[in-house]
């Protein structure tokens, strides 16, 4: 794909109004011929336009959909990923299509296994591009399941939990790694599940949003770009020890920890924060949106906490003075 293409592709994504312009700003070439570009992109079918000149709508055409329900009872996730998903990646190249194999058959799996629901919905769509896929059942919820299996106060600490990785609510049978280095091999990776919404983008903070409508069940959205230079191996090797193999490395957004009009000050905040750190060796605690924090919040993470558990390396990061000047203090206690 040639850039002048990729980057109206790029543009349209973002808002397909305007586009020409953009483009004929970017590469310095006239309105006229950006204007022809996109229209050869119509005609070949990988945009579609809507409304007049003057006031045009570009949007991304969709190139392949596909989408089924299953029951539950009996499924297995491959013949899910062989029937419906691999088909619409086929022709990509192999590290998309290896993300695309581990993360569906991981989301369809874990809907087999702890939705409760009867069915499983899955989906995939693709444009020039990216791939978008869903994932969705009618089950009790993600959210609500965590937090009645790890007995919190409430469903949005569910997803501080998930973003820490090594959560399962069946130990016996699975690692909790999946939506872990799922949500880490996308661009966009989403969970909806009751009125709660986690979105995990790729170099942005992480998202946690409350809406009024109360979906049953849970879905999860994907989207990847069909060149993504991104692999499994990458990902995977980000968050273990080189030498064993082991998943022992986690980053957590500390904002996560935060509830709507508080601040981190108790040490119970802390508490919550640090569930189940002794899972790992290496714990990166990024701070980014995170302005202030309290003093027993600081010394029960940095100080209790740390001492209890020497054998974990805790790195704070994106700190701003304030919240740099508490950890220090902490640290100096020890």
């Known amino acids: 794909m040639d850039p002048i293409t990729r980057r ?8 397909g109004r305007g586009v020409a312009a953009r483009l ?14 996109l229209q050869r992109m119509v005609r070949d079918g990988l945009l579609v336009s809507e409304g007049a000149t003057s006031n045009r709508l570009l949007t991304l055409a969709e190139l392949s959909r596909d989408q089924a329900s299953y029951p539950i009872a ?21 590290n998309v299509r290896d993300i695309w194999h581990y993360a569906i058959t991981e ?18 769509a693709r444009t020039a591009l990216f791939t978008t896929a869903w994932v969705s059942d ?30 399962t ?31 995990h983008d790729a170099g942005e903070l992480d998202v946690l949003a409350e809406t009024e409508a109360a979906d049953q069940g849970t879905i999860v959205l994907m989207r990847l770009d069909n060149d993504s230079p991104r692999t499994e191996k990458a990902v995977f090797d980000q968050f273990s020890s080189l030498d064993e ?58 100080r209790v906490f740390q001492t209890a558990h020497p054998a974990i390396v805790m790195a704070p990061v994106n700190m701003t003075p ?4 508490m950890v220090s203090r902490a640290k100096a206690r020890e």
């Not at 490395?249 to 981190?264: D, F, N, S």
């Open 8 to 15: 109206a592709l790029e543009f349209t994504a973002e808002n």
């Open 107 to 124: 989301m369809v799996n874990n809907a087999i296994d702890h939705s409760g629901s009867p069915w499983v919905n899955v989906g995939m």
């Open 138 to 167: 009618a089950g009790e919820g993600i959210f609500l399941k965590i937090q009645r299996a790890l007995g919190l106060y409430d469903p949005r600490e569910s997803i501080l939990e998930l973003a820490k990785g090594k959560l």
């Open 74 to 94: 009996g499924l297995s996730e491959d013949i899910v990923w062989r029937q419906l998903c691999a088909p619409v990646v086929a022709d990509l190249p192999a």
């Open 322 to 325: 304030a919240v740099k000047g």
């Open 24 to 37: 004929s700003a970017e590469f310095d070439i006239t309105r006229q011929a950006a204007s022809r570009r």
């Open 169 to 199: 609510t069946d130990p016996a049978n699975h690692t909790g790694e999946g939506i872990f280095f799922s949500s880490k091999m996308f661009d966009a990776y989403d969970i909806r599940s009751g009125n709660l919404h986690f979105r």
């Open 245 to 302: 193999y082991t998943f022992d490395r986690t980053i957590v957004p500390v904002r996560l920890a935060i509830h709507e009009g508080e601040k981190l000050v108790s040490r119970s905040q802390a508490k919550r924060l640090t569930l189940r750190f002794e899972r790992f060796k290496h714990v990166i605690l990024d701070f980014e949106g995170v302005n202030e924090i309290g003093q027993a919040f600081a010394d029960e993470v940095f």
